[in-house]
């Protein structure tokens, strides 16, 4: 099976910081790559995939880069909206199977 | 408006069974696949099934012949069916529809039910 490992797990930064999470992939997984967004006590919200289209409605402020087995999210400047948790998730193709990394969250410095 | 709203979670004894309901609005069902994710508390997200369009599907390994997924786009509605429950199965149950493009990725999420596995 294919595993994600992010990073950091843990992140502090400030309004107007520009902030990059990491995502590891053991093996090559193209660009089948999605980030997520988690607030607490709410549903995952679609950020990027295909590791670099923004998804409709997401501000230009993020964005993701990468293929193969590492990747990238990339807040450019960080909004008091954004504290929350990041995942990363990819496709396996063969057998089907939607893995997510571990999450990264992201608090007030 | 476009939504999910899961229903049927509960409190069930280990080896008992349960079936989630998730009731699609605002969008054609039958056009998108749709899947389950599952979240423990305070921990990460875990995909759970999934659904074609066609009838198609598809689980992990932790799941595989314990839980059914299944869909009645006369209802826009999906389900899963879980058995042989496990306290490892306690979680929040999201119901998500596939990128229409990309059916691996989740555009569309409800705010799940609650699933808790105890004696």
């Known amino acids: 099976d294919i595993q994600l490992t992010q990073s950091p797990s843990f992140l502090s930064a400030s309004v107007g910081d520009r902030v990059t999470i990491t995502c590891r992939a053991s093996q090559g997984i193209s660009s089948y790559l999605a980030w997520y967004q988690q607030k607490p006590g709410k549903a995952p919200k679609l950020l990027i995939y295909?590791?670099?289209t923004l998804q409709s409605g997401v501000p230009s402020r993020f964005s993701g880069s990468g293929s193969g087995t590492e990747f990238t999210l990339t807040i450019s400047s960080l909004q008091p909206e954004d504290f929350a948790t990041y995942y990363c998730?990819?496709?396996?193709?063969?057998?089907?199977?939607?893995?997510f990394g571990g999450g990264t969250k992201v608090e007030i410095k | 408006e476009v939504q999910l709203v899961e229903s049927g979670g509960g409190l069930v004894q280990p080896g008992g069974s349960l079936r989630l309901s998730c009731a699609a609005s605002g969008f054609t069902f039958s056009s998108y696949d749709m899947h389950w994710v599952r979240q423990a508390t305070g921990k990460g997200l875990e995909w759970v099934s999934a659904i074609g369009t066609a009838g198609d599907t598809y689980y992990p390994g932790s799941v595989k012949g314990r839980f059914t997924i299944s869909r009645e786009n006369a209802k826009n509605s999906l389900y899963l069916q879980m058995n042989s429950l496990r306290a490892g199965d306690t979680a929040v149950y999201y119901c998500a529809r596939g990128l229409r493009s990309s059916f691996w990725y989740f555009d569309l999420w409800g705010r799940g039910t609650l699933v808790t596995v105890s004696s």
């Open positions: 295909a590791a670099s």
């Open positions: 998730q990819q496709l396996n193709s063969y057998p089907l199977a939607l893995t």
